[in-house]
């Protein structure tokens, strides 16, 4: 399995980007995917989940804000962010994994950056 997340980028506060998965090597409708995010010094934290019929989940810190979804054609998951923050600043990634795998297993992106500044 292979995951490319990419759509990262330097965004003014209340601005916006989407973020894309793209998976291979797997039968992608099968998956739920996440999206994770890490900032400097901190841990890497849940953000946004899809899981295979497209049930979503959202950290209470981008409810309203982020959307995710999922394009099983394409074997993709976007993630569109808007009213960004300066505390949206991470490193993204990607995390493909079955839906009754615990939370983090499976397969993971390389990440891509995502700066929030003025």
């Known amino acids: 399995v292979q995951l490319q997340a990419s759509g990262g980028g330097l965004v003014q506060p209340g601005g916006s980007l989407r973020l894309s998965c793209a998976a291979s090597?797997?039968?992608?409708?099968?998956?739920?995917v996440g999206w994770y995010r890490q900032a400097p010094g901190k841990q890497r934290e849940l953000v946004a989940t899809i899981t295979s019929v497209g049930k979503t989940n959202y950290a209470d810190s981008v409810k309203g804000r982020f959307t995710i979804s999922r394009d099983n054609a394409r074997r993709r998951v976007y993630l569109q962010m808007n009213s960004l923050k300066p505390e949206d600043t991470a490193v993204y990634y990607c995390n493909l994994k079955s839906d009754y795998a615990p939370p983090g297993s499976g397969s993971w992106g390389q990440g891509t950056q995502v700066t929030v500044s003025s």
């Open positions: 090597g797997t039968n992608f409708r099968l998956f739920g």
